[in-house]
């Protein structure tokens, strides 16, 4: 007989809850729900993801039930989009109308155009029903960020013009900014730990000391916890979850070391590429060394901001990712609770595999399955 238990890390401020499912069998031992499939299991944690960041973006717990009958539709919204947007576009190897010509006749235009009705249709009736809710209530109660988003149409004071579509366009960059990146991150992390066992165990110990007997991990325990952020640190170095990050445009015509590149050229940061140079991380860069973040380990000083152009994993400048802030509190309270409560390996005769998916974000190719049990049990 398997009972179901439930793990529950609450952080208030950053998430309402992180929800790990595991079985304990009949042998002691805990195994994680098994998946159909790599798309099967991504879109569980994707609908716990979008939980979480619509809650963020749109309500409070006082709302919630407006929020989860469109999570698993907003799901098969974004998954069809991500798979467009991630493949070889006809523009980039065809001239002018014969790209056009391509996407016409392949079903793509369609397609996407079909896509793009769905996520206004998501969109339009989202801030309808705000509109509706502050018609009806006020404005008591706390204010999500849609709503300071219409208070500040209303009020004149935004310093442009926040039409409906403006407000959609910051609305759907922030919820599909959110799809998968912490779940994928934390995937690698598992990953990474899992085959350096003396880095699981020196994170543990570290965790152990941080919490002191508590019965969970607070918030002020994590400033504490100085090997967790460099084992972060290191994760998002070899694994980026947006290997090209995001696309740019020049906005001018440059000359970068004797190339000619003309305005409007759409360019593309390879942060993937820079976080395994040797030639800034020494030959040591394909390695997975939590310490190299340490003191006396070479990139003590390197921060995850853009200030330090050999670690790009969300960006820089102007255009770092404002997810950040959200995105490693979020990843810390998950891996630390993770790691403290249980020790994990391998199911029996399997093999850890780091190969990378192709798309816009990378998570692994083959699903990450781990074998927990309970810290001490043996």
Request: charged fraction near 25%; glycine fraction near 8%.
């Amino acid at each position: 007989m398997e009972i179901e238990e439930t793990l529950h890390c609450e952080m208030e401020g950053y998430v309402d809850y992180i929800s790990i499912r595991v079985h304990v069998k009949s042998d002691g031992r805990h195994h994680f729900s098994k998946t159909k499939s790599q798309s099967d299991k991504n879109a569980t944690m994707r609908r716990q993801e979008h939980c979480r960041g619509c809650s963020a973006v749109r309500t409070h717990n006082a709302t919630r039930y407006i929020i989860q009958p469109k999570i698993s539709n907003y799901s098969s919204i974004c998954s069809p989009a991500e798979a467009f947007l991630s493949g070889l576009q006809a523009e980039d190897v065809l001239p002018g109308a014969a790209a056009k010509v391509v996407r016409w006749a392949t079903g793509l235009e369609k397609r996407l155009d079909a896509e793009l009705q769905l996520w206004d249709k998501f969109l339009s009736e989202t801030i309808a029903e705000h509109l509706e809710k502050k018609k009806c209530d006020g404005r008591a109660g706390e204010e999500d960020f849609l709503d300071v988003l219409l208070r500040l149409r209303e009020e004149g004071t935004a310093g442009l013009e926040l039409t409906d579509d403006r407000i959609k366009s910051i609305i759907k960059d922030i919820i599909a900014a959110g799809t998968d990146t912490s779940s994928v991150t934390l995937e690698w992390a598992m990953a990474e730990l899992v085959g350096n066992p003396r880095a699981m165990a020196k994170l543990q110990d570290e965790i152990s000391r941080a919490t002191e007997g508590k019965p969970s991990i607070e918030e002020d325990d994590l400033r504490r916890m100085e090997y967790l952020r460099a084992v972060l640190k290191e994760v998002l170095r070899l694994h980026p979850v947006a290997p090209l990050l995001v696309p740019h445009q020049s906005t001018t015509m440059a000359v970068v070391q004797g190339y000619e590149i003309p305005a409007e050229t759409a360019l593309f940061v390879n942060a993937w590429a820079i976080g395994r140079d040797p030639a800034a991380w020494g030959a040591t860069a394909e390695e997975f060394q939590p310490e190299r973040f340490l003191g006396g380990g070479g990139a003590e000083g390197v921060d995850l901001r853009g200030n330090d152009y050999q670690l790009l994993p969300f960006g820089a400048g102007r255009r770092l990712c404002p997810g950040i802030g959200f995105a490693m509190p979020v990843l810390e309270m998950a891996l630390s609770s993770l790691v403290r409560h249980f020790d994990w390996e391998l199911p029996a005769g399997a093999r850890l595999d780091m190969s990378e998916a192709p798309g816009l974000t990378t998570p692994p190719l083959a699903p990450l399955r781990l074998a927990p049990k309970c810290r001490g049990q043996q």
